[in-house]
């Protein structure tokens, strides 16, 4: 059983910036490929960013947030980030971060991701 939680969320204006963070509990973090996806009001959940958990860190993004997020993890602190820059008012959602079971690749299903957290709020004001 992995428990995650997020953090970071808040309300930010047009063209800000937020970080999240996911913190995992266990020992088999550096085994998995975690992901972000967000839900906005009356949406299902969607897929924003995915990193891997080989060597390599593969990364992987939504179309709609290139260049603009960036996913990264540190496995001696258990944590997965997403780093949320020139936030759009259509950001705003909770976003949440999954973990796939270990030794599986980058996803952008959720169906995939056998945990997930709580979720944090998301608020970009125009």
């Known amino acids: 059983q992995v428990q995650l939680v997020e953090s970071g969320g808040g309300l930010v204006q047009t063209g800000g910036s937020l970080r999240l963070s996911c913190g995992a509990s266990g020992r088999t973090f550096s085994s998995r490929t975690m992901g972000w996806f967000r839900q906005a009001p009356g949406k299902e959940r969607d897929f924003v960013a995915t990193i891997g958990w080989n060597g390599g860190g593969g990364t992987a993004y939504a179309d709609s947030v290139k260049g603009r997020f960036t996913i990264s993890r540190d496995n001696a602190k258990n944590t997965v980030f997403l780093q949320m820059n020139s936030l759009k008012p259509e950001s705003t959602a909770v976003y949440y971060c999954?973990?796939?079971?270990?030794?599986?690749?980058?996803?952008?299903?959720?169906?995939?991701?056998?945990?997930w957290g709580q979720g944090t709020q998301v608020t970009v004001c125009s």
């Open positions: 999954g973990a796939r079971a270990t030794g599986f690749s980058t996803s952008f299903y959720e169906g995939n991701y056998l945990y």
